[in-house]
């Protein structure tokens, strides 16, 4: 370091004249978190309007009406199945394993299949019974909330296949890693969001 | 006065590799069960409703909060010191403008409907439950 050349009387200096090195992707990490705190929010602004809006009916179906909670309950088990084989798919990677990794990974991508199928069905059943978000404030409210976290797991998926593709060409370099990581931290909030949406809508819906 | 020249210049000496949460089978194992369980407790409460209502809506709301911890510090291994402690810094930034967001809306919604004046069109809630034919 250049510093040790520095005498013991010189200047003082309040800027740092080297520079120190920012690897390359130094902050990906951090930044993404950011990312997901500011998804965070607006994930709480459409809970925010579904507690406001959830209650006006407007002579229409109530949630104790149309909401099954054996199909929520297998929805949100393989929600919870895709965490933990992502979790697989990291451990994997930190012993260094492609192979094992991109199957981890499709072993998520199924279940995350499978959690989408089920919701686009529940949606299918409503809007065929005219339990459409046209109908009230409250289905509004609730197509909104729970299709904004659908979406979010949509965008999940493609960007797993993705990942596949990209680990397949190029291996575990370090990019991909990162990729790995972030997508873990994005696939795991995406289930914290979940913990939210079937206390609050749907158990609490059937209570209420 | 001035600093030591030598700390400033080996304060940027550190590994250049990547930091990464290490996880373990451990904590995902843990993680997943206490899940499971933290799960199950609240579906099995509201479809066979062995306590009233309010008992059930307080307990459920208690396990989600729970359960979002447990996802945290297992499933997003979020510590106090990753990422020098600015992950937690954000995080609990996002949590307290989370909070008196939605406190802040239902609280401010609420008075709005209490000090509404009656609508015309009041007496069709009434009828709510013999309007929803379509419904099975």
């Known amino acids: 370091m250049s510093a040790k050349t520095i005498a013991a009387d010189a200047p003082v200096q309040f800027y740092d004249l080297d ?6 992707g130094h902050s990906t990490m951090l930044g993404f978190w950011i990312y997901l705190m500011s998804d965070c929010l607006i994930f709480a602004i459409l809970f925010a309007c579904y507690a406001v809006l959830g209650g006006s009916y407007a002579a229409g179906p109530a949630p104790k009406d149309l909401f099954d909670l054996k199909l929520i309950a297998l929805n ?18 930190q012993q260094g394993k492609v192979r094992g990794v991109q199957i981890w990974l499709a072993v998520t991508a199924l279940f995350g299949l499978a959690f989408l199928g089920i919701e686009l069905y529940e949606f299918h059943h409503l809007i065929e019974i005219g339990a459409t978000p046209q109908r009230s404030a409250f289905l509004s409210s609730f ?3 729970v299709g904004t976290h659908g979406l979010h ?16 060409k190029h291996g575990l370099i370090a990019a991909n890693k990162r990729r790995v990581m972030c997508l873990s931290m994005f696939w795991h909030f995406l289930d914290v969001v979940w913990i939210g949406v079937f206390t609050f809508v749907y158990l609490m819906g059937v209570l209420r | 006065m001035s600093r030591d020249p030598h700390a400033t210049a080996h304060a940027h000496d550190g590994p250049h590799e990547i930091e990464m949460p290490h996880a373990s089978m451990r904590d995902y194992v843990i993680g997943f069960v206490l899940s499971v369980i933290l799960t199950a407790i609240p579906f099995w409460l509201v479809m066979t409703m062995p306590l009233s209502a309010g008992a059930t809506g307080a307990i459920i709301m208690g396990f989600a909060v729970v359960q979002i911890v447990v996802h945290m510090v297992f499933f997003l291994h979020m510590t106090p010191k990753a990422e020098g402690g600015w992950s937690l810094t954000s995080l609990i930034f996002t949590v307290i403008v989370v909070v008196i967001m939605l406190a802040g809306s239902l609280w401010v919604m609420h008075h709005l409907n209490t000090n509404m004046m009656p609508m015309p069109h009041e007496p069709t809630s009434q009828t709510a439950s013999t309007t929803t034919g379509q419904v099975p």
């Open chain 1, 19 to 24: 520079e120190h090195a920012h690897p390359e």
């Open chain 1, 76 to 93: 949100t088990a393989m929600l919870l199945f895709s965490s933990i084989t992502y979790g697989f798919a990291v451990l994997q990677m």
């Open chain 1, 143 to 145: 197509f909104t909330l």
């Open chain 1, 153 to 168: 797991v949509t965008f999940g998926i493609i960007w797993l296949v993705t990942l596949m593709f990209q680990l397949s």
